[in-house]
């Protein structure tokens, strides 16, 4: 049973419930020995056009004055009252934007670790939405902006890595696992390795999948993917419940994911070491 998660979100993000003590709480009940709070970072509204913002659903996260003032003080108080019963890292996901490093590398400053969840890539001076616009020409600016992201040493973790296969369609405008998606799949395992960065097989894909329509089979995490990730025995891959509902921090879908992750042969960290 998972003894650890990274990858847990807050009410802030405007799409999850409870606060950082809610989830603690849980995690000590369900026997937890660390717990990470990552919930979505802020993303100032000048790093885009306000039509890029709104086309990637940004107005929904957390403001950065949110995170100064709510945000991080929940997080001292959460350690304060339960440090003593179980470790708890302060964290966010956060995108990443090339030319504002620096920016990441101040949010950073206050916390242990960040994840890296490309939610959108920068693809013809346009940023595109990692759920609607991969296909078999912008894939590759998806990996862009996972590789450069993790050659930052900034991130910790790439979390859901196989995102891009969402609504990926080939050339024909199939949805298929093709040679445009194994070559990424290898560059990402390699770059991972090469920056000392977790791959994470998130276990919210289930449930995402399902939500559009997806009974039979996940959009992510994605069997290929994960098969072709199994090949490299240098790579470290963590589980995370993506919790943004408090019950999942570790319900039915993680334990799927888990089995999945066996059937697999893969070898997973239980914990996830903070660099």
Request: glycine content about 6%; hydrophobic content about 30%.
């Amino acid at each position: 049973m998972l003894k650890a998660n990274y990858h847990t979100h807050t009410k802030l993000c405007n799409h999850a419930e409870g606060m950082p003590e809610d989830y603690i709480k849980k995690a000590i009940e369900l026997g937890f020995i660390e717990i990470g709070m990552s919930d979505h970072g802020p993303v100032p509204e000048e790093f885009m056009s306000k039509e890029e913002y709104l086309n990637n659903w940004i107005q929904r996260n957390m403001k950065l004055n949110e995170y100064y003032e709510i945000y991080l003080p929940s997080l001292d108080e959460a350690i304060n009252k339960y440090g003593n019963k179980i470790k708890i890292y302060k964290g966010l996901e956060v995108e990443y934007i090339p030319g504002h490093e620096e920016y990441y590398i101040g949010l950073k400053a206050n916390l242990d670790y960040l994840n890296l969840g490309i939610h959108y890539f920068l693809s013809n001076g346009i940023e595109k939405n990692s759920y609607d616009d991969v296909n078999y020409k912008t894939i590759y600016d998806y990996l862009n902006i996972a590789t450069k992201g993790m050659d930052t040493k900034i991130y910790n973790c790439l979390v859901h890595p196989d995102l891009f296969y969402f609504d990926y369609k080939n050339e024909e405008g199939k949805q298929v696992f093709d040679k445009h998606c194994e070559y990424v799949t290898r560059e990402i395992c390699k770059s991972a390795i090469k920056n000392n960065v977790y791959l994470e097989i998130n276990a919210n894909g289930p449930a995402n999948s399902r939500k559009y329509g997806h009974k039979n089979e996940w959009l992510y995490p994605r069997k290929e993917f994960w098969q072709i990730a199994s090949e490299y025995k240098d790579l470290k891959i963590i589980i995370g419940s993506d919790a943004h509902l408090i019950n999942n921090l570790y319900n039915e879908d993680v334990k799927k994911i888990e089995e999945f992750a066996k059937t697999l042969n893969l070898k997973v960290e239980s914990f996830m070491k903070i660099k």
